[in-house]
């Protein structure tokens, strides 16, 4: 590319970015990410746990013992709006045909039911109430009376959902109050974030919503607090402008907005492991915005939550004894091979055939760098056909296998061989993590040195008519963790219950008895 220019190199300033790291990235446009290497699914007893109710039981009770203890924080990327949520709403405003035709044949003509069954079902969304107030011409059909409600929701003026941050939607309706995603993350915290008297959330969220998350949190927090006797440690950042990335041309020159300025747009969810990385706490549970449940379920979601926690507690012991003995010198060989098995058997750690072939030194420098990395207990649910990546075990450009959360975006889709494996994985990943960031000595990983850089994404988008491509950083739970230790669990199908359309609100696991 030409030499940047004066303003060109004060804009990436003021983002924070520098010239190399823009070059970099530039780079990343003209080589391409290659895509992963599957080597086979991630299956029970072959990469994922699955306990018995006695094991389940004594995960619980290590988890509930160490709270005395430890500092427990549970992080909710809630960034987003609502937009994509309303994505079939917006086409349906703009191409039904009122006082011509109804819902029913509408939804026949563009051969999306998901109206039709909002416009069946609109009785049970938990903002019903406020629907029904929209005021509709006299004489309106019903097809039409619900045409102008869809319009009022997506109405700047009037009920603007759309713009909203997802997590301050209304979500579920109760008899005195319609809750939102970020009231049930404030009870769900309660049950299994809650240390003594006080429970630690953090929320990522973007700058613009900030006002809003206060004042929601003035009227919750307060009514929670005092009904559970609690203390909220509420705290939020924003995904930082200096992980904004470059955008090019199909050509891959730098794409320029039409005041000539560079694009620059955030770098996906990847962008928060540095959110991640400052949150002072050992034990951290990830969980997404728009993934809660009513009280019938809630039971169930902060037991698995637990058994997840109190495996890596039971886990983190063994790691600090190992981690301890390797800094403590004089490893016999018995020892030694105790570790590596410990690793491969309970941390699925994967080790070269050349590793006999080093040195004693050698190998236990292996030893000790692979032990001592970050952790994360990752639930799995069964693969019944909901959205998102799947545990997988992989191999990287260096023969080295991992297990690996996999998108389908990473996959080469012209690969048959590559996407017979991914089509056969049994579970998928519904972001219910939970993280262990010290070491033996107390200390925290720096965890943006365990990224892996070659697992972003180039996907191809739009701007002012224009195609261009964009670059995303490793995702959160994908690259950005990727030199984790990573242990999968199975768990229940009933603990996820993502709202990623409007429809989802009227699933049973989202109505209030």
Known sequence: MKELSSKELQQLSEHGISKEQLFRQLEIFSNGIQSVQLERPATLLNGILSFTVQQEKERIATFENALKTVRVTKFVPASGAATRMFKSLFTFTETYKPYRETISEYSARSGDASILELFENQSALPFYDELQDIDTEAGSSESDSFFERVKAMLDPEKMDFASYPKGLLPFHKY???????????????????????????????????????????????????????VDFDISYSYQRSSTDTVAVSLDNEPFKNNDGSLLLRPGGHGALI???????????????????????????????????????????????????????????????????????????????????????????????????????????????????????????????????????????????????????????????????????????????????????????????GRELKALELPGLWNGAMAFWNTIFVEVPLETFNPVKTVNDLLRPSHQVD
């Open 175 to 229: 008899k005195d109050h319609v809750a939102t995603a970020f009231e049930e993350h404030l009870k769900e915290g309660i049950m299994y974030a809650r240390s003594g008297d006080k429970v630690d959330i953090h929320f990522t969220i973007s700058s613009q919503h900030l006002e809003k998350f206060r004042t929601a949190f003035k009227e919750v927090g307060a009514r929670l607090s005092k009904t559970d006797k």
């Open 274 to 464: 540095e959110n991640l990385d400052e949150l002072d706490s050992d034990i951290i549970f990830i969980k997404n915005i728009d993934n809660v449940v009513v009280p019938g379920l809630a039971d169930e979601v902060a037991k698995y939550k637990m058994i997840l926690a109190g495996h890596l507690l039971s886990v983190q012991e063994k790691i600090f004894e190992y981690a301890k003995l390797i800094d403590d010198g004089e490893l016999n060989g018995d020892q030694m091979q105790e570790i590596k098995t410990f690793l491969e058997e309970e941390l699925n750690v994967r080790f070269l055939d050349k590793y006999y072939g080093f040195s004693i030194a050698e190998q236990i420098e292996i030893l000790k760098d692979k032990i001592n990395r970050p952790i994360r207990i990752c639930g799995m649910v069964k693969n019944e056909g909901e959205p998102g990546g799947g545990p997988f075990w992989i191999k990287d450009q260096y023969q080295h296998v991992s297990l690996q959360i996999i998108e389908s975006a990473q996959v080469n889709k012209n690969h048959p061989e590559q996407m017979k494996i991914f089509n056969k994985s049994t579970h998928f990943n519904p972001v219910d993590i939970v993280c262990g960031v010290r070491d033996y000595k107390g200390e925290k990983f720096k965890l943006v040195n365990y990224v892996d850089p070659n697992m972003g994404f180039i996907t191809e988008k739009t701007k002012d």
